[in-house]
């Protein structure tokens, strides 16, 4: 298998990714809308500090003390959307591109070796990666390389800008922007909340300039990059460098010997009940006793340790046994856990699995069905109970002192302790199933574990020495002492950098169709959205066998994928291995006898004797049917016999010690060593064969000396058959004549009729090594394809979850994964046996397959079944060629070109096909046998496909499927994002407020809401309860308020110019009378006055059309709101439709400028009319 496949690529596999880490994270579905908006509640962030370090916090305490500094809120049914966990991603990233000289512009900076704040931005970005350069990684390097990432900050402050007020020039930093800001990033619940936008302005102070209040700050690069970190400037970047857990990252090396007097001395008086208080006391000396408290419970303690006390109660470690937490991995050298591992594979194959068996102790006795039923289960459940119990204390012991949180060495002499008791003090015994070859081999693998387990607890002890943040700090320490488990998370931080990194660039990149990166004239993020949803079609080639083994081997598996190789699945790799070893020695040792039974030709064995020398026993009377011979002579090296067992050939002992002769010098008889043979003929030599060969079966012999013997011959000793005499000149031998008409004549038809039938039926010698030979070549191959395969398998699974390609949030197959988790501990199990199983059925399938091709009996069947194949085989590839040129006559993809043509050939082909398919199907069974053979030990895959394996709600193969939870439990732990969130959490539970403020957060989240706008699908806000009229009086500034301002007073002018020109026209009229004019002249006055009065109408319609459109302009305002109450929804299926109604809006604002041009035309008219008629009447 290739083990690669289509994935996304770019920002669109990031998004999926997300996608599976909140998958991974919840820990109930109860909600189903919940379950599928990928949202994090207190009870996800409760359990998994539980579960990862041991961290025991009150769903309230989840709230108060991480919820609300990370943007989710302190009300119950509050939590973290997607939206907020990619802000609270960032902050490291954005805490090293924001480096502490590159916020300040004050004279706090004055120890650089420039100035920061005199020189350009670009300077100032290539002083800090210069101060930085120690601590970036080759990767971290590349990614500078292709991207500024302070210009990425720099662009996601202009397309706020530009999306907010239409201009990216720098503004001033006014609680109108910031609601303005919000309102063009529909985040309506957070225009009323006075106190937040206070503090966000606050957070973009520069805290080391002189306070004044009355100042605004200028929102410029230097102001958003403050508000971004301002609040998170605690994390430490050089953590991501160091060889130290996240656990010391956070709270640092729980030291022991330093404050072990005074911690003790303090234990139960430096933690008072009311927290509060013990908050405000805690400064100085307190804290540092607390700190003292802390160091020496997690030191020495088996119970609860306090590693925080805050405003909301104090948190507490408990102790879980981190030597046995085979889920998590974390325990501190996986060298030393899979010695332990490895230990107790061979302790269990020496001791547990013969020793310990339950064999003498019976239930009940007698033969019945249900006596032996109930003796069965006797038997496996104190197996189940030795095993248990023995495993629990040896992994407990034997693993003591490889805890990553305790610093004991108690622990360690613990640990020394169980490896002597479990693998150096069993050696004094033994057991008598096992040869003394055995013995010794186990004596020599117990030496070398024990040595080298005695040798990790003394790295253990001399880590106690140093403090870990030392350890991890030292290139050369760290490799020693470190331990693997913090060596890897090192590396997962690399990967988490490189992740995020990757993450911003993907989002960078489609805010521009062009490499050319100027100057932002305009928002982009509807570019962006439609650039990602272009992006989602594409695909391209993830993962592969050659790659998943060249990463694992150069590190690059962690350091940049983040796949955590369970210790469980190397133990299971290396039982593999053990179990594959042990399966071919077996195997080939049965072979080996097989073919022995079979006399070897390259020996040389030549047996004579002269027949005087030899008699005929008899009993009664009667021949026995075979004689006793001295002087045998043995000559080659082929004539080893096998010693007599008297237990269980006690009769054929008997019968040689009876009759064998004595021996001529002594003549005695001497039964002390007996040897019989199986295959073996001794020749008659003398004068009384005529040269006439005469054989008979050597049956026993007593060897004397000059390799002479006295024996029994003709004699099988397989089944004590007599009369074994062969050849012509036995007839010229009077004994041998004599001993063979004593054979019955029924007796004599039947021996040969049987050897006939024998000789026909018994295979060759060179079928049963042909045989032996494919099928130990095969077994070989199929434990290498094995042992080589999990571990691209595996990294292929896990890359498929993170990439979608197989389903996870809103799946709701994926929930399964989440129950029985207990199953997981089939996995070594099912490995190492499955590896046995799968060798021996291959074995015996090819071994059955090759004989039935090469045995005498079967051979003519199988040239049969070779000419009926090759017959068949012929007229498919004739009918592949007819169907290959039809097909291109007579279909178009889906549709026929000459139906007529199409139905005769469709119906020639269904017909042959009806008789051809019984073939099919035969091979069909073969091959379905073989695969099933090959993929026995095979858990890592499923065989069977989805649905085909569940008979009645019984899932037939459910391995695989444990294998995934398996793997899926590792990852819940272990991603590069959740160990990045997990580290976020630790630092606001040490820090508290001081660490990760809602203001900084807010800052972030529109940043991600800026770079990343296709998140806001996953944006979850609770703005429904909030009038609207409140969220339009708050933005004072908004555009929608202007244009009624300006619709209002351009409606006042109109009344009073309506006024002022009634009462000219009044005045007028009055003239008019009193003048008593010309008729002419009144006509003229009465057109201009008709005109006046049709001004004065179109006027009016003016008004009444601004009316109308004023109507229009609040309708919209109505739906914008009635949109913005639903928009997690809209924006989720309909979001280019909320544009375009924002596009109507601004036309509908165009539209008010038109009609306030027309009436300022109109305006003008009427004015130009008063003067023509002041004129006329003058």
């Not at 574990?449 to 607890?457: D, E, F, G, N, P």
């Not at 299971?572 to 080939?588: D, P």
């Not at 049965?590 to 022995?596: A, K, L, P, Q, S």
């Not at 979001?1135 to 509908?1148: D, F, I, P, Q, T």
Request: hydrophobic residues 40%.
């Amino acid at each position: 298998m290739s083990y690669s496949f289509e994935g996304p690529v770019g920002a669109a596999a990031d998004a999926k990714e997300l996608e599976y880490i909140a998958a991974l994270i919840q820990t109930s579905h109860a909600d189903k809308e919940g379950f599928v908006d990928a949202s994090i509640d207190a009870r996800d962030i409760k359990y998994y500090l539980m579960s990862r370090f041991g961290i025991e916090m009150s769903r309230e305490q989840v709230r108060k003390i991480i919820l609300a500094g990370l943007g989710g809120g302190e009300d119950e049914d509050d939590c973290l959307d997607l939206c907020e966990v990619v802000a609270a991603l960032l902050i490291p990233s954005l805490r090293k591109i924001v480096d502490e000289n590159f916020l300040l512009s004050s004279d706090s900076a004055e120890n650089a070796t420039k100035t920061i704040k005199d020189v350009p931005l670009q300077e100032q970005a290539a002083l800090v990666k210069a101060q930085l350069a120690d601590d970036q990684s080759e990767d971290e390097r590349v990614f500078l390389e292709r991207v500024s990432p302070e210009e990425i900050i720099r662009f996601v402050l202009e397309n706020i800008l530009k999306h907010a007020t239409g201009s990216s020039e720098p503004q001033p930093l006014t609680k109108e922007l910031i609601r303005t800001i919000f309102a063009a990033f529909d985040e309506t619940a957070l225009v009323t909340n006075e106190e937040l936008v206070s503090e966000m302005i606050a957070a973009a102070k520069d805290s080391n300039a002189v306070e004044d209040t009355e100042d605004t700050v200028l929102l410029d690069v230097k102001a958003f990059a403050r508000a971004l970190t301002a609040d998170v400037m605690l994390y430490d970047p050089s953590v991501e460098k160091r060889a130290t857990t996240n656990f010391v990252d956070a709270f640092g090396t729980l030291d022991e010997s330093s404050q072990r007097a005074e911690s003790s001395s303090t234990r139960n008086t430096e933690l008072p009940d009311d927290p509060d208080n013990f908050q405000d006391n805690s400064h100085g000396q307190g804290l540092r006793k607390l700190n003292n408290v802390i160091k020496d419970e997690i030191t020495n303690g088996l119970d609860d340790s306090v590693i925080a006390v805050t405003e909301h109660g104090p948190v507490s470690k408990k102790f879980t046994l981190s030597t046995i937490d085979f889920a998590v991995d974390n325990f501190r050298s996986k060298t030393q856990l899979l010695l332990v591992w490895f230990g107790f594979l061979c302790f269990f194959a020496r001791y547990l699995s013969s020793g310990l068996r339950p064999r003498g102790a019976t239930v009940c006795s007698g033969s019945g069905f249900g006596c032996k039923i109930s003796q069965s289960v006797f038997n496996w459940v104190v197996l189940m109970l030795l095993l248990s119990l023995i495993g629990i204390v040896y992994f407990i012991s034997v693993g003591s002192g490889n805890d990553v949180y305790r610093r004991s060495y108690l622990d360690i002499v613990v640990g020394v302790a169980g490896v002597v008791v479990f693998l150096i003090l069993p050696l004094q015994f033994s057991t008598e199933s096992l040869g003394d070859w055995k013995n010794a081999f186990f004596r020599v693998v117990f030496i070398i574990i024990a040595s080298l387990t005695l040798v990790c607890q003394c790295l253990n002890a001399a880590r106690l020495s140093f403090s870990d943040e030392f350890i991890g700090s030292n290139k050369f320490l760290s490799r020693i002492l470190a331990g693997s488990n913090a060596r890897d998370e090192m590396k997962f931080k690399s990967a988490a950098v490189f992740k995020v990194n990757r993450m911003l660039e993907n989002a960078y990149s489609l805010h521009h169709p062009t490499h050319s990166r100027g100057e932002v004239n305009e928002g982009t993020n509807e570019l962006a959205l439609l650039n990602f949803t272009k992006v989602s079609d594409k695909t391209e080639v993830v993962g592969g066998f050659k790659w998943a083994w060249k990463s694992f081997l150069n590190g690059d598996l962690k350091r940049k994928e983040g796949i955590w190789l369970q210790t469980r699945l190397i133990a299971g790799l290396m039982a593999q291995l053990l179990f594959s070893i042990i399966a071919i020695i077996i195997l080939s040792t049965n072979w080996h006898y097989v073919i022995g039974l079979y006399k070897d030709d390259t020996t040389y064995c030549s047996i004579s004797f002269n027949p005087e020398s030899c008699y005929a026993p008899e009993v009664n009377g009667t021949s026995l049917g075979i004689a006793a011979c001295t002087d045998i002579m043995f000559e080659g090296d082929g004539c080893d016999g096998s010693k007599i067992d008297i237990v269980s050939n006690v009769e054929l002992f008997n019968l040689t010690c009876q009759f064998i002769p004595p021996n001529p010098a002594t003549n005695e008889t001497v039964c002390d060593s007996v040897f019989f043979y199986e295959d073996h003929y001794a020749t008659f030599e003398g004068e009384l064969t005529n040269n006439e060969v005469c054989q008979a079966q050597l049956t026993t012999c007593v060897f004397y000396e000059n390799n002479t013997a006295a024996c029994l011959l003709g004699l099988k000793p397989q089944g004590l058959i007599p009369w074994r005499f062969e050849g012509p000149g036995c007839e010229s031998i009077p004994l041998v004549e004599e001993i063979i008409d004593t054979r019955p004549a029924l007796f004599a038809d039947a021996e040969a009729f049987v050897d006939e039938s024998i000789d026909d039926y018994i295979p060759k010698r060179w079928m049963v090594v042909l045989c032996a030979v494919v099928s130990l070549i095969t077994g070989c191959f199929v434990a290498i394809s094995l042992f080589a395969n999990y571990i691209p398998s595996t990294v292929c699974t896990i890359m498929k979850f993170r990439s979608g390609a197989i389903p996870s949030l809103r799946d709701p197959n994926f929930i399964q994964y989440r129950k029985t988790l207990e199953s997981v501990t089939y996995i070594i199990g099912l490995m190492a046996w499955g590896t046995w199983s799968s060798i021996f059925f291959t074995v015996v399938v090819v071994a059955g397959g090759v004989f039935f091709l090469v045995y005498q009996v079967t051979r003519p069947i199988v040239v049969s079944i070779v000419a009926i194949v090759i017959g068949i085989t012929v007229t498919l590839v004739f009918k592949s060629i007819l169907i290959t040129v039809l097909g291109r006559v007579n279909y178009a993809a889906f549709y026929r070109k000459r139906p007529w043509l199409a139905n005769i050939c469709g119906v020639g082909l269904e017909c042959w096909h009806l008789g051809l398919s019984s073939g099919y199907m035969l091979s069909r069974a073969i091959k379905l046998i073989v695969a099933a053979t090959m993929y026995i030990g095979r858990i890592d895959q499923p065989f069977l496909g989805e649905g085909v394996g569940v008979i009645g709600g019984t899932h037939l193969d459910k391995f695989p499927s444990i294998y995934r939870q398996g793997l899926l439990s590792a990852d819940a732990h272990r991603h590069p994002y959740i160990e990045r969130l997990g580290l976020i959490y630790l630092l606001k539970i040490r820090h508290g407020s001081k660490f990760g403020t809602t203001a900084g957060s807010i800052w972030r989240l529109l940043f991600v809401f800026s770079l990343m706008p296709w998140l806001r699908k996953f944006r979850i806000a609770n703005d429904a309860d909030i009038p609207e009229e409140i969220v339009m009086l708050q933005l004072t500034s908004g555009s929608n308020t202007k244009y009624e301002k300006i619709i209002k007073d351009l409606q006042e002018e109109l009344n009073e110019e309506k006024s002022r020109l009634e009462k000219e026209i009044r005045i007028l009229q009055g003239k008019i009378k009193m003048n008593q004019g010309d008729a002419n002249a009144e006509t003229n006055l009465d057109n201009l006055l008709e005109m006046i009065s049709n001004l004065q109408h179109k006027i009016d319609s003016a008004g009444e059309e601004k009316e109308k459109q004023n109507s229009l302009v609040r309708s919209l305002e109505h739906e914008m709101s009635e949109l913005q109450q639903t928009k997690s929804k809209i924006e989720n299926d309909h979001l280019y439709e909320v544009m375009a109604l924002k596009k109507e809006l601004s036309e509908a604002v165009l539209r008010k400028d038109e009609l306030m041009k027309e009436r300022d035309e109109l305006m003008k008219n009427n004015t130009d009319l008063i003067g023509l008629l002041s004129e006329r009447q003058s």
